[in-house]
């Protein structure tokens, strides 16, 4: 190893040094795009994926994560700045959450290494967000429970009405004979004027 050292000139390894640390930088990206922990937590009953994502991201921004892509069925939350719980897990790490029906999957990306205490502080947290996704769903069965329950109920449709009665003085026309209210100013048969 001396000998190659010592034949190789300065340009040459400058050259090796920065295809090393080109390398290793290969390296520790390719290792925060994988997931390094992955938990699939089954849900008590079957949940839609939009309501599922709702909960994980109202669950999540309550402990300071922020979401950064949304589609139909997962979405991509960074923590702006490092868990105290997750000592392991740094600053900027990202949660991939996937719901289906049956289940909820939550994978850590972002980070090197994260370790056994760690990983078993972060299937607690991920436990409360199936929690908060199975109060979810049962929330929105009862609303839909309630709507279906206010369509099918009888239609209630209450009518006021209101009489209102007053007495008109009226007098026979002088020339016709008909009735006419005495404060109008001619006769509403004939047309007289002075019809009193």
Request: include cysteine; proline fraction near 5%.
């Amino acid at each position: 190893m001396r000998r190659l050292v010592h034949a190789m000139t300065g340009l040459e390894v400058a050259i090796a040094v920065a295809a090393i640390v080109v390398l290793f930088a290969l390296y520790e990206a390719i290792l925060r795009r994988l997931p390094r922990l992955r938990v699939e937590r089954p849900l008590a009953a079957p949940c839609p994926p939009l309501v599922a994502l709702d909960a994980v991201e109202s669950y999540l921004a309550g402990v300071g994560y922020e979401m950064r892509e949304a589609e139909s069925s997962r979405r991509l939350f960074q923590h702006p700045g490092a868990l105290v719980s997750l000592r392991a897990i740094e600053a900027g790490h990202r949660l991939r959450v996937t719901a289906t029906g049956p289940s909820l999957v939550v994978e850590v990306l972002g980070v090197a290494r994260v370790s056994s205490r760690d990983r078993e502080s972060f299937r607690h947290r991920i436990d409360a967000m199936a929690r908060a996704v199975e109060d979810a769903a049962r929330a929105a069965e009862a609303a839909e429970a309630q709507a279906v329950a206010l369509e099918r109920a009888p239609q209630v449709v209450r009518v006021h009405e209101r009489t209102v009665e007053r007495q008109i003085v009226v007098a026979r026309c002088k020339f016709c004979s008909a009735l006419t209210p005495v404060d109008a100013k001619k006769c509403d048969n004939c047309g007289a004027v002075p019809f009193l």
